[in-house]
Structures are given as structure tokens and as C-alpha cells.
């Protein structure tokens, strides 16, 4: 195992996590997406998923339970939203809501939160709409999920491996460890 020294966090050299996260992580994601679908194909207006995007093979480092709870907090006040299921899988921590309200509004004030302090690009807030399925942050005319080291497109940073995985890291931690102070 890595060290990354100043945080005193151990991980995995990407070698050894890669091909057995990925299955995780795509089981666990595709659970999810059957749960969404349930509560969708119950007639909910809106279904929002709040879940951790950490990078690592940790995707749930301590902290990140309190992290989804205040997102949660911030969406049940603003869109009168109730939670229906809190967990834990491989892939994080989520929670998922139902809401009334329509989903385009729910998208714009789940960007809001993404968008209202540094720890909080640490959130992926989907919406889905019963009728419109998942509603993509580029569909309202914001721009795509910034990098948490340079501010461009996060997945084309991580397609093309731009920046030092432990770096990343470091950073996401700095985050998650300013909302934990």
C-alpha cells in the first residue's frame, strides 16, 4: 500500500484495486439504479439520489456519512423532500429522496448545493423525473462537474489520467476535512 504522507491515508496502488473496484463499483451502481427505478415506477415526481464522489478505492472515508446528511437536510428544507432510504455500498455512502416538487426545479437546487461550498463537490446530487428519466446539469445550461485540482472537466481529466491519482486524493480530503472541522 501507498502512503499519501501528509494526510496519513493509506491506498491501494491503482493495479491492485482497479479490475475488482470496477465490478464493485458497477454492481453497487446498478443497484442503486434499480432502487431509483422502484421509486420512480411508483409515481413520484421526482426521485433525487445524494451520494459521495470520492476518489480512491476508500470511497467512504469518515466524514462522508455527516456529508450526506447535510446535503440532505439542505434538499428535505428546500424542496420538501422526504428520505426514503439511507445506505452504504462499495461505491459510498448515498440517501434517496422523493419530492413533488418538479425535477428540473429539484436539479437546479441540487447544483445549488454542489455549487454552494468547496466540500460539497464532493456530492453527486441526481435527479430523475418520472417522465424525463435523470436530468443532466448540461441539459439547464451548467457547465460539466469541475476538477477538484484545475477546474476543467472532471471526467476529462480522468480519461485522460491529467493528474497524479494521490493528488486527487489529497485534495478531496482537504475538502471532507474542512466540512468536518
Not at 427505478?37 to 439520489?49: E, K, P, T
Not at 440517501?95 to 454542489?114: F, G, N, P, T
Request: net charge negative; glycine share 4%.
Amino acid at each position: 500500500m501507498m502512503l499519501l504522507q501528509s494526510l496519513n491515508i493509506e491506498t491501494e496502488p491503482s493495479s491492485i484495486v482497479c479490475d475488482g473496484l470496477r465490478r464493485d463499483l458497477l454492481d453497487a451502481r446498478e443497484q442503486r439504479q434499480w432502487e431509483i427505478d422502484q421509486f420512480i415506477q411508483s409515481g413520484h415526481a421526482a426521485v433525487i439520489q445524494i451520494a459521495t464522489n470520492f476518489p480512491g478505492a476508500d470511497k467512504a472515508p469518515e466524514g462522508c456519512e455527516a456529508l450526506v446528511a447535510w446535503a440532505q437536510t439542505q434538499l428535505e428544507e428546500q424542496l420538501q423532500a422526504v428520505t426514503v432510504l439511507h445506505s452504504r455500498d462499495r461505491a459510498g455512502v448515498y440517501s434517496l429522496l422523493i419530492s413533488s416538487q418538479d425535477a428540473i426545479r429539484c436539479k437546479q437546487m441540487a447544483i445549488d448545493v454542489e455549487l454552494s461550498r468547496p466540500f460539497a463537490r464532493l456530492l453527486d446530487i441526481d435527479v430523475y423525473g418520472a417522465l424525463s428519466g435523470q436530468i443532466h446539469r448540461q441539459a439547464l445550461g451548467y457547465p460539466a462537474r469541475p476538477c477538484l485540482l484545475c477546474e476543467a472537466n472532471a471526467m476529462d481529466c480522468i480519461r485522460s489520467e491529467r493528474h497524479d491519482q494521490d493528488a486527487v486524493i489529497r485534495a478531496a480530503y482537504h475538502h471532507l476535512q474542512n466540512f468536518t472541522r
